[in-house]
Structures are given as C-alpha cells and as structure tokens.
C-alpha cells in the first residue's frame, strides 16, 4: 500500500528544506567564520573539497540502502534517521573545535556531518523511488527542489540574525535543533514490502548501457552546465555593471531562491500534466529564454526581475531532470542508479565552473551567457535519444 501522500510531501519537502539550511550556512556563513580563526582561503577552500568527498561517495551509500534491511528496519527509514542524527550531533560539537589550532579535526568533523547529509539525501531519494506513483513523480521532485530553495531563502538570513544577536555557538546549536525538525515525519513513514522486481540485482546495473539513460544522463550534465554556470555569473556580473553592495547581492541570491521555489512546484505540477517529454522540451526554451535575458540587464530594478525568472527556469528544470530520472531509474537499485545519475550531473557543475569563468575573462559576461544559453539548446537532440522512435521498445524496469 502507497504511503498517503499528506504525509510523503511534507515529508520530502522537510528533509529537503534542513538540507537547504545547511546549504545556507556554507555559502553564506562558513568561510566567515574560518575567517574569525585566521585560516586562509586555500585553507577554507580544502575543507570546503573535503567536505564535498561525501557526495561523490554517495553512489556507494545508495548501494548500502538498495541492499542491507538495517537490522530489518528497513532500507531507508533506518538511514535517514542515522544521517540526520549525525548531521545534528556534528552541528553541537563544532563550537567546541577551534579551526586555527585543530584543523585536521574540524576537516574531519565537516566529513563527518556532509556524510550524515549525504546519507539521508541518498535515502530520502531512494524512499520516494520507491513510494512514489509514476504520475506523482513531478509533484513529489516539485516539493523536494523547492523545499531545497526554500531552505536556503529563509534561512540564508536567519542564520546571519542569529549570529549577529547572539553567537556562532548558538547559531550551530539553532541548526543542530533544525536537523531534527523531520524526526516525526520520519517515524510515521511506512516502507513498502520488497516485491521481487524491487530486489537488489548487480545486473541492474546495465541500465546504463540503455542509449536512453545515456542521453538522460548527459542531459542532466548539460543542464546542470548550463544553468550552474549562468549562476555562477550573475552578482559578479550585476556588480561589475552597477557596483552593487553585499546586502544587495544577498538580496539577489535570495530572490534567485524565491525564482527556484516557485519552479519546482509548479513545474512539478505542470511535469505530471503535459508529460515528460513536453516537460523536458519546455523546460529547455524557458532555460534559453531566461539565461539570454541576463545579458539584456541594463539596470538593478530589471535584474530583479529578470534573476528572479531564471531561478524559476533553474527549479524547473532541476524538478523536470529529477522527475525525468524517478521515471527510468530501475526500483531494484532505485537509490544507487538515481546517485549516480545526479552525480553525473554534478560533474556538469565541477566544469561549468571554470567554463563559464574563462569564458567572461575571454568575451565578457554578456557575451557569455549568449554562449551559455546557446549550448543549452542542444539539450533537444538528448531528448530525441531519451524518447525518439528508435526508442519506443525502451521500457524501464519500474514500468515492467
């Protein structure tokens, strides 16, 4: 029997809102607060490596979910609760670390508490593969990107008051008790009965000799290229242009995250109405419209518009990808094949980042989200290889 979907959504909005938390803290707060212990920025930027290892570790925890029943409390249910524990157990003990006099400690620490995350993003993953009805699978990645933004809209400026009328001690102990809020959810959830065609198979894995998921695959690297790399640009651009202040370029960020929430939800929505193939072609005309409009910035009141409508185009085409690999993951290695499809789209990120860099030190910022956009229209040839004619007789093993 399905879970009731009053309690799968905020459930995965939930889980996915304390991942955006700590999103929040390490891009608005953590290298200020290594600053304070007069570490350098090669040194910030190490532990910053380090703790993105677990990410790229993550393929295996799917692995580890797919296979082991933890104790025959289940395959998910069992992890998530670990991985958030951990998580908040991190949070209280890093106060108690001084970065300047024990370094490898406070690298280890961050390991530690990105692995807890990692843990209960891949099973919470794995939890909706496996709970989730096909026509569903938009709504549900609509909750999960926008519950992520949402995370990081509100709680980029918290966290900050925190700090600024009490202390970083209480600031990491706020988002220690954060961590938690999902517990009851987590414990209401029911995991579904194991059925012969959901058990972990090692052949399953020839999944991605499919030309299908090959081309969705390099879909999710192209997009993730595309719209991280436009990303990248944008305050930098906007304060070339116009010389704005970080108060400013916070407000950007957060109105790009309002852009983002706003996209997955009701592009989840529109993905389960007009299909995954409308869904994907959609979502790439609204990325190339959105990220050409950004070099027709000419003024900080039409940046704030036109940011805000490519963070919608950004959640949206992050929901129609995830949903879109809900769709041709196969359920008996559901959290291992979904990690590894979206660390593929990770590696698109890694490169847009020094891509797009070289390119506005080549042929300036303008210019280069022209290019940007241009590449992403090639995001229509992938979606012939996911759904064209040769194709057809391509079916996943979760619709068999």
Request: aromatic share 14%; with cysteine.
């Amino acid at each position: 029997m399905t879970q009731s979907r009053w309690l799968r959504y905020p459930l995965f909005a939930l889980l996915y809102f304390v991942q955006g938390a700590i999103v929040a803290y390490f891009t608005a707060l953590n290298a200020l607060y290594l600053i304070s212990f007069d570490l350098t920025m090669s040194q910030i930027g190490l532990i910053g490596t380090i703790g993105m290892i677990p990410f790229v570790l993550k393929i295996f925890l799917g692995m580890l979910s797919d296979r082991v029943n933890f104790f025959k409390l289940g395959h998910r249910k069992p992890y998530i609760l670990i991985g958030l524990v951990i998580q908040s157990i991190c949070l209280i003990i890093v106060p108690m670390i001084d970065p300047g006099k024990q370094y490898w400690l406070y690298a280890a620490l961050a390991f530690t508490l990105m692995s807890g995350q990692a843990l209960y993003d891949t099973c919470t993953d794995g939890l909706a593969l496996d709970t989730t009805l096909p026509d569903e699978q938009g709504t549900v990645q609509g909750f999960m990107v926008g519950g992520r933004a949402l995370g990081v809209v509100i709680l980029s400026a918290v966290i900050g008051l925190v700090v600024d009328a009490f202390s970083w001690r209480i600031m990491f102990y706020f988002l220690a008790g954060m961590s938690l809020l999902p517990l009851p959810l987590v414990f209401l959830v029911r995991e579904i009965s194991r059925t012969e065609n959901r058990k972990f198979e090692w052949k399953a894995f020839s999944a991605f000799t499919k030309f299908p998921v090959i081309c969705l695959a390099a879909l999710g690297a192209l997009y993730s290229f595309t719209t991280n790399g436009a990303n990248q640009i944008i305050n930098p651009f906007i304060d070339f242009e116009f010389g704005i202040s970080y108060s400013a370029a916070g407000l950007f960020t957060t109105m790009w995250g309002v852009g983002v929430v706003l996209g997955g939800l009701t592009g989840g929505r529109l993905v389960d109405r007009i299909g995954q193939r409308r869904a994907v072609q959609t979502a790439i005309i609204i990325s190339f419209t959105a990220i050409a409009a950004l070099a027709a910035i000419q003024s900080t009141s039409l940046a704030f518009i036109l940011v805000t409508a490519f963070g919608l185009a950004y959640g949206y085409f992050e929901t129609v990808y995830f949903a879109l690999s809900m769709k041709l993951t196969d359920p008996r290695i559901a959290a291992s094949m979904f990690s590894i499809l979206m660390a593929i789209a990770n590696i698109g990120t890694a490169i847009s980042m020094s891509v797009s860099g070289s390119l506005v030190d080549n042929i300036g910022f303008r210019m280069t989200f022209v290019v940007i956009a241009v590449i992403n229209l090639l995001g229509f040839l992938l979606v012939r290889g996911i759904f064209g004619r040769l194709n057809q007789g391509f079916q996943p093993a979760s619709a068999k």
